[in-house]
């Protein structure tokens, strides 16, 4: 009866407008890659306090829930996460939207967000104080591992490619070793630039590594960015109901997985989504179907990181440790309210913090018609939008959303710089995920690692230490069983089709015919990993990939021997990131040499054609970012939006239709100018000229 009191207080009409509002508001800045939950959050919280706390709060945990739900607007629309715990909602959401399937993608990922949230919820209604227990279960070499665990997951996932992903993810943890060491205080890799010094920020290489190869592929060609549906189908609610019920396993199962790793500090929605989206994909009677449109995939990724909000709000409350920057905000506004956190809170001031909860899961299922009505509208907008519009509109948003996050032009420089390389390493072979994925996990796998070799030193035990614990172990063995299962999977499905095959030629026997599909190739297979071998050793070499394994191999012996000149706690994780690169590099360049010579590439016109306007449109994005500190922000911004309408212009344009792309230009660097200068309170940069 008592919850039931507190209920009632979250249900006054004060409390639901903050609700509703916090929700549409987060939604979108999440949908718009750079623009963080932890901005808004933040933003918003001096407007607090003047509210009744508990009012406050949940304005908080509504924005903070809409942002990690509006990152999937981005991921399935243009492939760009808005947020890091969107980056799985990627490999699945976008092609649903490239076929046509794009407002049943949004839908299912509304669903799936509505539910996962309201599970955390129920469970930081519920049991807290039990859960918050796990938290404190976890060490320094725990910490380590389930870092290393994530990688393994997305390096898994890229089916054929398992050395390259493992690469990739190294490639990550290197770029977050750069500036200042996360233990030791060691500055490491800067090259003698100020500009490194801070490393480089995650949320500038998300929107670098995923959204300018996509805007350079974009202007390639005069095909449309997604396929625009045949008739007027609306948001499919029925259909991704009847999806999401037959899934409804997978919802609860990636529900519950996301909130306890949102109990533990750090961990974050990316480990969620992919632990849950691995999980699905392992479990799935259609495997081969994720990561080319399955519903499962976006179900798995949306259920899993929005229950780590509430999840994360665990050992916030319970302990006072904040599990992300959102949480670590929202415990300052706790602490400024005078609310005291600790195990104790549930008691002594019961009635702030759990009308915050039900006003938190009262917002979560307000998401559901907002979250529709935006989406409705969302992927009709993106799919009917001309590339002359969507392209500078989409380069637009990477330019402002890497400033806003630090008012630095610096980190805007570097997200283009790592988005031109992140198309470079696609070409080659290397996805984005991996790369992002050992960027935001580094800081939490270098501590883990580091504090373990220390801990391990002074006590004579270091194999113990990294070995010994049984949390550890559970959690090595989970990465090693999600490295050698595909292998498994693929020697299980070998066999049953040997079988099929054999049975196929039974019957032909038995029926005279002499005409059956050829079944050696599967009958030779043998051992898995050897089978796998053999088909890796049957595809042509790659050349871009060969290159490619000597520079790694350049770059790692570098960074090695810089190891020297620093302290043993700074250089302890660099060293052997580097050695597990020289030799990852060095399997996949013998790997490659042992293959056939790849035959004569095709190549014409077109080809010299789409490759000009990518220059083109990489040449245009690099003045624009040179300029800004000469004619300002804005005038900048709207030379360069009709330079990129140019660009990504196949049509003969009228007179009259350049005058109504230029107001639309206007109407969307002007309307966005205003949302971060006026809104969002980001200052934004003037001109020496203007």
């Known amino acids: 009866m008592e919850l039931l009191g507190y209920l009632v207080n979250a249900l006054t009409p004060l409390n639901i407008l903050m609700a509703l509002g916090g929700v549409i508001l987060g939604t979108v800045i999440g949908a718009l890659p750079g623009l963080s939950a932890t901005m808004a959050v933040a933003v918003l919280v001096p407007f607090t306090f003047t509210m009744d706390p508990a009012t406050g709060l949940i304005a908080l945990g509504a924005i903070y829930t809409g942002a990690i739900y509006g990152g999937a607007f981005a991921a399935i629309l243009v492939n760009t996460p808005g947020t890091p715990s969107a980056i799985a ?92 060491a996360v233990v030791g205080g060691d500055i490491r890799f800067t090259m003698g630039t100020h500009m490194l010094l801070g490393g480089f920020d995650i949320v500038s290489a998300l929107i670098g590594l995923y959204c300018i190869p996509v805007l350079i592929d974009l202007v390639a060609t005069p095909d449309p960015h997604l396929k625009v549906e045949q008739g007027n189908r609306g948001i499919r609610l029925r259909e991704a109901f009847g999806i999401a019920w037959e899934s409804k396993f997978n919802v609860l199962r990636s529900s519950i997985i996301g909130t306890v790793i949102g109990v533990l500090p750090g961990a974050g929605g990316s480990i969620a989504g992919l632990v849950s989206y691995s999980e699905a994909r392992r479990s799935s009677k259609k495997p081969e179907t994720f990561g080319n449109g399955a519903p499962d995939g976006i179900i798995a990724t949306e259920s899993a990181n929005n229950a780590t909000v509430g999840g994360g709000f665990i050992p916030t409350l319970v302990l006072g440790i904040p599990g992300t920057p959102p949480d670590a905000v929202i415990l300052g506004a706790l602490l400024v309210q005078g609310i005291k956190i600790g195990p104790t809170l549930f008691s002594q001031q019961g009635d702030i913090v759990y009308t915050f909860i039900f006003g938190l899961l009262i917002a979560t299922a307000l998401m559901l018609p907002a979250g529709l009505l935006i989406g409705r509208y969302a992927y009709k907008s993106i799919a009917s939008i001309p590339k002359t519009l969507l392209v500078p509109t989409i380069a637009f948003l990477t330019v402002v959303g890497s400033f806003a996050i630090h008012s630095n032009l610096h980190d805007v420089q570097m997200m283009l710089a790592l988005g031109v390389i992140g198309w470079l390493l696609n070409r080659c072979g290397f996805a984005p995920s991996p790369i992002v994925l050992g960027l935001v996990l580094g800081q939490i796998a270098e501590q883990g690692f580091v504090q373990s070799y220390l801990i391990g030193n002074a006590t004579h035990n270091l194999a113990g230490m990294f070995f010994g614990r049984p949390i550890s172990l559970a959690i090595v063995a989970l990465a090693a069983f999600t490295l050698l299962y595909p292998l498994v999977f693929s020697k299980r499905k070998e066999n049953a089709k040997k079988r099929a095959l054999d049975a196929a030629r039974s019957y032909a026997d038995s029926q005279g015919s002499t005409t059956v599909g050829d079944v050696e190739p599967v009958a030779k297979s043998g051992f898995a990993p050897l089978a796998g071998l053999k088909k890796q050793l049957a595809k042509p070499r790659d050349h871009a990939g060969m290159f490619l394994s000597v520079l790694l191999i350049g770059v790692a012996v570098w960074a090695f021997a810089e190891t020297s000149a620093m302290t043993p706690m700074g250089s302890v994780f660099p060293s052997t990131i580097s050695v597990a690169i020289i030799v990852m590099s060095l399997m996949l360049l013998g790997l490659n040499i042992l293959r056939k010579p790849a035959g004569p590439e095709q190549g014409g016109d077109a080809d010299n054609s789409s490759n ?79």
């Open 612 to 690: 000009a306007r990518r220059v083109a449109l990489v040449i245009a994005m690099v003045v624009w970012v040179a300029v800004i500190p000469m004619v300002g922000f804005g005038i900048a911004a709207i030379l360069a939006f009709l330079i990129l309408g140019r660009v990504a212009c196949y049509e003969h344009m009228s007179a009259k239709r350049i005058l109504g792309e230029a107001v639309g230009g206007l109407v969307i660097v002007g309307g966005l100018y205003l949302l971060m200068a006026e809104v969002l309170l980001i200052r934004m940069p003037t001109g020496a000229l203007f």
């Open 89 to 180: 909602t990627t490999f699945d959401g976008f092609p649903m939207a490239k076929r046509g399937d794009g407002s049943l993608a949004v839908t299912l990922a509304t669903l799936a967000s509505v539910v996962g949230g309201l599970v955390g919820g129920v469970f930081l209604l519920l049991l807290s104080p039990p859960l918050a227990k796990v938290a404190l279960a976890f060490g320094p070499p725990e910490y380590f591992w389930l870092a290393i665990f994530g990688l393994t997951l997305i390096s898994a996932l890229s089916v054929g490619n398992t050395i390259k992903g493992l690469l990739g993810g190294c490639i990550g943890l290197m770029l977050a070793m750069v500036g200042v």
